[in-house]
């Protein structure tokens, strides 16, 4: 298995990014309040940032849209972490448990996927929570471990407002979650409540964090100048180190490093209209279609639950314009959803001139008609996408390197559109250059399955802390 080094050296060769140019100059001209210039990004930059200083204040953070949660992970890892730790991974259709060995110099896991049915995601949530548990149980059952009590972290990758490292008050769903009962309430208690109601398993929660915060941890085992965890993936979010004295919520005596990681949630940024001059019309049509109108804005704006959707609308919109397709479109087209995000990756990674992966996509879509400028443009729309949400997230990151003031950053990142999209890396690296105070440098490191790993890690920080306690 490659180490995080190495796929950071494959990662940081970008591919030299691609010049596209639609076929036909009306397709540009349509596509340009999509196309975002740096004066554009920079004002983003400017109000992201006071979004982040108002979030991190009580008395300003109500009325912020970026909340800057307090995460209550101070200490980064040492790398020396040992033991057997559990790890489970909510945050998209499916989750994840994982078992992991922490030794001094490598770990070893074994995970197993689960999927969560759709009716569960919005069904009660004390039946999502009795899922889960049973699937913990099945998990243990199989590994001979569910005799003996196992310390779990749990990543839950939703917006939650933390009372300390054990709890977790869910402030609202995301993502195409909407279970009833939770929001509000603390999500590691309905967890406990659910493996108490099985009674055949004997599990120790021990921490709840983001998968953001996940990525950091894990990324930061190898790599101490990782200070920052992003995920571009069905959602998008990043944390970052803050010191303690600058986050007013952290209520705990100043302990250790000083420093806390801040949960952002940037994927509500914009839900007060603060970047309404960048808002187009395609962002409010799947805003209004989703089953959270008015939330998670930015995240709509860029992650791979949307960015399908919105290359369709764009398509579709054009082709009744008669800018694509000859004016013909076609049922599947016209129906939500049907363009996957994974089409606009693929899209892209076909060679300029060539639609080997494209064509069987618009076969597939009943777009055989398609003609080569079609395919041409096509492209073309999804590089204006993809270039869009890369810009977006460059202009929030270089705003975090710049207050942060560190020398050098690493950047932990993971989700599905960063690992699989052929130049959201190299988009990202030449953006944020671009936008960073001179002289700060940053590197991007992909993260070997963040969230897994670096649940287990604070469950491990958690535990040698009980550890000093009880020993002091
Ligand atoms: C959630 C975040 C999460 C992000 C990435 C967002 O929808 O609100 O908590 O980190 O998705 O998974």
Redesign the pocket.
């Known amino acids: 298995m490659a180490t995080e080094r190495e796929c950071l050296c494959a990662k940081n060769t970008p591919k030299p990014l691609p010049t596209v140019e639609p076929a036909d100059q009306k397709v540009k001209e349509a596509l340009k309040n999509l196309m975002l210039d740096d004066d554009v990004l920079k004002r983003i930059m400017t109000k992201f940032r006071q979004d982040v200083e108002a979030g991190l204040k009580k008395a300003t953070q109500p009325t912020s849209a970026v909340k800057c949660y307090v995460t209550y992970v101070q200490d980064l890892p040492t790398g020396s972490e040992k033991g057997r730790y559990l790890a489970l991974d909510l945050?998209?259709t499916n989750f994840r448990v994982l078992l992991i060995e922490l030794c001094e110099t490598h770990f070893e896991m074994k995970s197993r996927i689960f999927a969560i049915p759709k009716a569960e995601m919005v069904g009660p949530g004390d039946k999502m929570f009795d899922h889960i548990a049973e699937c913990l149980a099945t998990f243990l059952k199989q590994e001979h471990l569910d005799t003996e009590p196992i310390s779990l972290g749990f990543t839950?990758?939703?917006?939650?407002q933390q009372v300390g490292l054990t709890k977790g008050i869910l402030i609202?769903w995301?993502?195409g979650f909407q279970c009833s009962g939770v929001e509000g309430n603390d999500v590691v208690q309905l967890l406990r409540e659910a493996i108490a109601r099985r009674g055949d398993i004997k599990l120790n929660v021990t921490a709840i964090l983001?998968?953001?915060t996940g990525t950091l941890m894990s990324c930061a085992w190898r790599n101490r100048n990782c200070k920052i965890g992003l995920?571009?993936?069905?959602?998008?979010?990043?944390?970052y180190v803050e010191k303690q004295q600058n986050a007013e919520f952290f209520d705990e005596p100043d302990k250790g490093s000083g420093n806390v990681i801040i949960?952002t949630?940037w994927?509500?940024f914009g839900d007060d209209g603060g970047i309404d001059f960048c808002v187009t019309d395609y962002d409010r049509e799947i805003d209004k279609n989703s089953i959270n109108p008015g939330k998670?804005l930015f995240?709509k704006m860029i992650?791979g639950?949307y960015m399908g959707e919105l290359a369709r609308l764009i398509i579709l919109k054009f082709t009744k314009d008669g800018l694509l397709f000859g004016g013909k479109s076609s049922p599947l087209l016209e129906e939500r959803e049907k363009f996957e995000t994974k089409f606009v990756s693929d899209i892209e990674g076909d060679l300029q001139g060539v639609y080997t992966k494209q064509k069987p996509i618009l076969q597939k879509l009943g777009l055989g008609h398609a003609t080569d400028a079609d395919m041409m443009n096509i492209r073309f729309i999804c590089e204006v996408v993809s270039r869009r949400a890369a810009g977006l997230v460059s202009a929030t990151l270089a705003a975090l390197l710049n207050k942060m003031g560190e020398p050098h950053v690493t950047i932990g990142v993971d989700?599905s559109v960063y690992r699989f999209h052929p130049y959201f890396h190299g988009l990202m690296m030449h953006k944020i250059s671009e936008l960073v105070d001179p002289g700060r440098k940053f590197d991007l490191m992909l993260s070997e399955d963040g969230s897994g790993r670096g649940a287990a890690l604070v469950a491990a920080v958690a535990a040698a802390k009980d550890e000093a306690v009880v020993t002091n």
Do not use: L, V, W, Y
């Open positions: 945050g998209g839950f990758s939703f917006p939650c609202r995301t993502k983001n998968d953001t995920i571009i993936g069905t959602g998008t979010n990043a944390c949960n949630e994927g509500a998670q995240e992650s639950m989700g």
